[in-house]
Nanobody
Framework: VQLQASGGGLVPAGGSLRLSCTTS????????MAWFRQAPGKEREFVADISWSGGNTNYDDRAKGRFTISRDNAKNTVYLEIDSLKPEDTAIYYC??????????????WGQGTLVTVSS
């Protein structure tokens, strides 16, 4: 599955963004999906995941409260909304797909990432 992430940009602290992840040629509604991020000089870290139907979501503790993962299978798109952005949210955000409908093991497909830069 080839994934395309979009929606990143330069945002002032306190602002909001909605990132999108979609693909061409294949349906995403069979797969559990996730968002990860990689800040400058740091390792990639998990942000949130969602089951194929959207009925199950899971967040890293640091993401709880300000991040919301969702999906619209009719639009073949998965979203990550980030509220009250902080400079430490600056990172490349990657979407990823698992091999099955529920999260198990590591993702098997990755998008190219979208850069989010939060100015103080």
């Amino acid at each position: 599955v080839q994934l395309q992430a979009s929606g990143g940009g330069l945002v002032p602290a306190g602002g909001s963004l909605r990132l999108s992840c979609t693909t061409s040629g294949r349906r995403l509604d069979k797969y559990a999906m996730a968002w990860f991020r990689q800040a400058p000089g740091k390792e990639r870290e998990f942000v949130a995941d969602i089951s194929w139907s959207g009925g199950n979501t899971n967040y890293d503790d640091r993401a709880k409260g300000r991040f919301t993962i969702s999906r619209d299978n009719a639009k073949n798109t998965v979203y990550l909304e980030i509220d009250s952005l902080k400079p430490e949210d600056t990172a490349i955000y990657y979407c990823a797909a698992y091999s099955g409908s529920y999260v198990y093991g590591a993702p098997t497909s990755w998008g190219q990432g979208t850069l989010v830069t939060v100015s103080s």
